[in-house]
C-alpha cells in the first residue's frame, strides 16, 4: 500500500486553531474522502501547538502520485492552508509496509 503524510505546523497558527481544525474535519473534509475512489484511509493527525497532519493510505501509486501532484500544486491554498496560515512544510511519500486491526476493530468517524 502506498501512503502519504502532508503536514503542517501549528507554532505559529493562530490561537484556537485546534478546535478550528477538528471542525473542519467534521463539517467537510471526512465527507469529502470518505468513499475516494484509490484511497483505503485518511487519518487525521494533531499534536496541539506543534503540528496538524493527514496520513492517507492509497490502494495504488497511480493513486497516490495523482492525488499528491494535484495536492501538491495548490496546497498553499488547501482549506488546511488557509485555516493555519500557511502551507504544509511535509508532503512526504512512503510504503506502508502493514496495518493491524485491533479487537475493538477500526472506527470510521468525523470526530472523535
Known amino acids: 500500500m502506498k501512503g502519504l503524510t502532508v503536514r ?12 478550528e481544525l477538528a471542525s ?21 493527525r494533531m499534536r496541539a501547538g506543534e503540528w496538524f497532519e493527514g496520513c492517507y493510505v492509497f ?9 499528491q501532484e494535484t495536492f501538491t ?5 488547501a482549506p488546511g492552508s488557509q485555516l493555519i496560515g500557511s502551507a504544509p512544510v511535509l508532503i512526504e511519500a512512503c510504503d506502508v509496509v502493514a496495518v493491524a486491526e485491533g479487537w475493538d476493530g477500526f472506527t470510521a468517524a468525523p470526530r472523535f
Not at 507554532?11 to 484556537?16: I, K, N, S
Not at 500544486?73 to 491554498?77: K, R
Open 8 to 19: 503542517w505546523s501549528l507554532v505559529d497558527a493562530p490561537a484556537g486553531i485546534e478546535e
Open 24 to 44: 473542519y474535519v467534521e463539517g467537510s473534509s471526512h465527507a469529502k474522502f470518505t468513499g475516494l475512489a484509490g484511497l483505503h484511509f485518511k487519518t487525521w
Open 59 to 67: 490502494s495504488t501509486d497511480e493513486a497516490r502520485a495523482a492525488f
Open 73 to 77: 500544486a495548490g496546497a498553499a491554498e
